[in-house]
């Protein structure tokens, strides 16, 4: 299992490769256009992402302290023993699937080098005149 937040920082430092700019900044320009742009699409995805891991790593606390080996474990108890695990697993199953899509977005997307801030200068052609055509009779 990997460590809290580590695919999630793994997953933000790809964002900001790409786009060349901390995720601050990214996370202020995608809340500009939050439904028409590839960027606000990624930002959200992460956040999502950064939510289950998050979730993941208070259930995982949160089974720890109810299954104490110190502690009673009666009928009440194991129910809130399951109902934490249902919920751990919920949050693996949710943490993987947006790290597929994630990666698999970040995969298509590659890092456009920037224009020379020079031009080179361009030699026009003079245009060269289509030739008229010719109709020839033949008898």
Do not use: W
């Not at 700019?21 to 500009?32: F, G, I, N, V, Y």
């Not at 995805?45 to 606390?61: H, M, P």
């Not at 109902?83 to 919920?90: G, K, Q, V």
């Amino acid at each position: 299992m990997p460590e809290p937040r580590a695919t999630a920082q793994t997953i933000a430092e790809r964002i900001e490769d790409l786009y060349a700019r901390p995720l601050a900044d990214l996370e202020a320009l995608a809340a500009t256009h939050p439904d028409a742009s590839m960027l606000a699409a990624l930002i959200t995805g992460l956040t999502d992402l950064q939510f289950a891991e998050r979730n993941i790593a208070f259930q995982r606390q949160r089974l720890l302290q109810l299954a104490d080996p110190e502690r009673e474990i009666g009928s009440f108890a194991a129910g809130h023993i399951r109902d934490c695990a249902r919920r751990l697993s919920e949050s693996v199953a949710t943490r993987d699937a947006h790290t597929k899509t994630l990666s698999g977005v970040l995969a298509g997307l590659h890092r456009v080098p920037a224009p020379d801030p020079k031009p080179e200068p361009t030699v026009s052609a003079a245009p060269v005149p289509t030739p008229a055509r010719a109709i020839a009779r033949t008898r």
